[in-house]
Each structure stands twice: as C-alpha cells, then as structure tokens.
C-alpha cells in the first residue's frame, strides 16, 4: 500500500546494491532507486525553460554506476561513473517518486461509485458563479472528477452559452456530428437522438478509436411530454459485476467486439473490449452501445461464452437498482463522463419542443485543466 508522504521525514541513509541504490527514510519507508532510472532523472536532463528531456540515454553505457553517494541536507548526492557527471536529488521529489518498497504506488483513483440512491445527492453549480469564479470551477471540476455527473443551472437560452462554459476548461472535440450538434427530431435522421423514441442507456461514439470523454448538453427547450434523462455510473455496474461474475467481467475486458457508425458521409469502425482497465487492473472505461454494437467476430470457442457476459452487462445496465431519472428543463445543463456514465432518455411527444445543445471535451483536456487549477486551489 502507497504511504502518505511524510513531510517530517528525511532521508536518513543510503546503500549501494548491484544496479541500485537502497534509502532509509526517518520514519522507516524504504526504496531502491536503479542506477539507469537515477541518471535518466537527474534534474540537469530536463531543460530550464521547457522542462522537457534533452538528455540522451544512450550517451551513458548500461553500466553507469555511482563512484560516490552520500546523503546531506535531505539531499542524496551520486558522482557518476562517466561524464564526470554529478546529480543531486530531494528527498522529497525521490519519495514523491518512488516506486517501489514500502513507497510501491498505485493509482489512487478519486472516482466514487453511485447507484439509483444518487439522485439526491447530485451536485451542481450556478451558471454565472462558474463563470466567474476559477476556485468555483476548480470545486465543481473536482466533484465531476469524482461522481462522472453533475449539473449547471440557470443557464441562458443562447446559442453560445454553450461554448462559454466548456471554454471555462479547454477545446471541444470536433466529432463526425460537428463541433456542437443539436439533439432534437429531425425528418431524416441519422442516428436515434434525432428521433422521439426512447433512447436505452449507452455511451456515445463506442465506434470512435477514442470515444469522447466529458459530454455536456444543455437544455434549451423541453416543452413535450415524456422525455426524461436516465443515467447510471457504469464503475458501479462494472465494480458489481467484477465481485459477482470475475469470469463475464475478463471476458468483457479481455476481448474485442466491433462497433460502427455509418451513413452516406461516414463510415466508422472500431475494435475494443467493452472494459478498459488501466495498467494496475483500475477500471477506467466502459464502452456500450448496443445500437453501435457491429457483428461479433470472435473465435469459436469464446462467441457462446461472451454472448453469455455481455447479455449479463446488458441485464445489469438495466437494472432499477443502477438508474436515475431527471428532466432536464430550460436552462439547466448535464454534464458527465461519457467513458464512464451511461446516459439515454424516456421516449417523449413530438409535438412538444424538445431541443438539447450538446459538445465533448476529451478527458485529457478536463484532467490538464483540473491539475492547473489544483496547484493554485488545493491546499
């Protein structure tokens, strides 16, 4: 388990191994720091100005070594075997960074799971605080992290409310829909948004290499009757079915369906697992849409098997015990994490209007500008 970093603890000694060095905190925390891993990490590698890597790995041999080590001031100080190259290293940038001992890491995810009960506890934020406020957008930034879902009220019905927000954070991610798309029925549509039917819960663009991350829509008009916005946390579901069924759940994880989007302009194809895991096994990312879900094209001796996993999730995905349900009204915005929240809707009236704005912001753009704001916010 990844220690808390102690700010009262020092570096207290060090020892030299055959392809590592070995430290001794003052409060007991033990690491090894390979030889490679130090030379390549010394602070004189990165530039000044850019912080990027200018030093060349192989410019050392693989037997670079330290020729002296020494501890001083909570520094760990190496003279190098060639170059005649000297690094000084924190303690605390080393402990920051250790991987592994007792400082081994894991991610530490800030994502908390929720079920049907969520409905009430559901945070938002006023639309011109957000606006106005970086510490405002930095809380409300933080809680989405956490929960995948939250909402934005008093909204003003423009068309550029929209993008004044999402600018709050950074670009949006332009889609075979455009930058911005409207969600209302349409004569001819091309996909089940832009009908009146009710719409089951997915992720959007499970045919994309990457699927969107962060999906806002905000409400303009929802004059109909019916219509309704369900959601669920797919880590919720996901997280049960890893305890009930392991085996549906590697399944699920380990093998690639195709899914695809086509019409007279696009033709868009991709393979993943329904479940992404990230390299610690961490659940980072579902994917289902089975309006999108293409032929399988297993082998022989998983299709039955995996038909078995995947109608389970299904099942689950439908569960009363997972979903929430809110109608949006005029001026109100939802926003969640389309690689982890399902969404879709209650059918509803044609002859009510019924007219939702929505854009994407990948997640790595939402996570870059939640990390800026932490280091001005976060005490």
């Not at 808390?4 to 720091?33: I, K, M, T, Y």
Request: hydrophobic content about 35%.
């Amino acid at each position: 388990m990844l220690l808390a970093p102690n700010a009262l603890s020092v570096l207290q000694s060090v020892s030299q191994n055959e392809q590592s060095l070995h430290l001794v905190w003052s409060d007991g925390c033990r690491s090894d720091f390979h030889f490679l891993w130090l030379r390549d990490n010394c602070p004189t590698t990165l530039h000044p100005d850019t912080q990027e890597r200018v030093f060349d790995q192989l410019s050392v041999s693989a037997g670079i070594h330290p020729l002296k080590i020494s501890i001083e001031d909570d520094q760990l100080l190496i003279d190098w075997s060639e170059q005649d190259h000297h690094s000084a290293f924190l303690g605390s940038w080393l402990r920051v960074h250790a991987y592994s001992g007792d400082l081994t890491p894991r991610n530490q995810t800030t994502a908390t799971s929720w079920g049907s009960g969520f409905l009430n506890q559901i945070n938002s934020v006023d639309y011109i605080d957000l606006m106005q406020g970086n510490e405002t957008l930095y809380d409300w930034m933080k809680q989405l992290d956490r929960d995948g879902l939250s909402l934005v009220h008093n909204m003003p019905s423009t068309e550029t409310a929209l993008n004044e927000v999402t600018n709050r954070i950074d670009y949006q991610r332009q889609t075979n829909f455009g930058v911005t798309f409207e969600v209302k029925t349409e004569p001819n549509p091309i996909n089940l948004a832009y009908t009146a039917l009710a719409l089951p819960l997915h992720t959007d663009l499970s045919n994309q290499e990457t699927p969107p991350g962060y999906q806002f829509l905000h409400c303009l008009a929802n004059e109909s009757v019916g219509g309704e916005s369900i959601f669920a946390d797919g880590l919720r579901i996901l997280e049960d079915l890893r305890t009930e069924n392991s085996a549906y759940f590697e399944l699920l994880a380990n093998q690639a369906v195709p899914f695809r989007f086509h019409d007279d302009d696009h033709d868009i194809c991709h393979h993943h697992p329904v479940i992404n895991l990230d390299h610690q096994g961490n659940i980072v990312e579902l994917k289902y849409n089975a309006h999108l879900a293409s032929i399988f094209d297993l082998p022989e001796d998983i299709m039955h098997d995996y038909y078995l996993a995947y109608r389970d999730l299904m099942a689950r995905v439908r569960s009363p015990k997972y979903r929430i349900t809110l109608k949006l009204t005029e001026g109100t915005m939802a926003v969640f994490d389309n690689r982890r929240v399902l969404h879709g809707r209650e059918s509803f009236e044609p002859t009510g209007k019924r007219h939702l704005r929505g854009c994407y912001i990948d997640r790595t753009e939402f996570q870059s500008r939640l990390r800026v704001l932490k280091k001005r916010f976060h005490n």
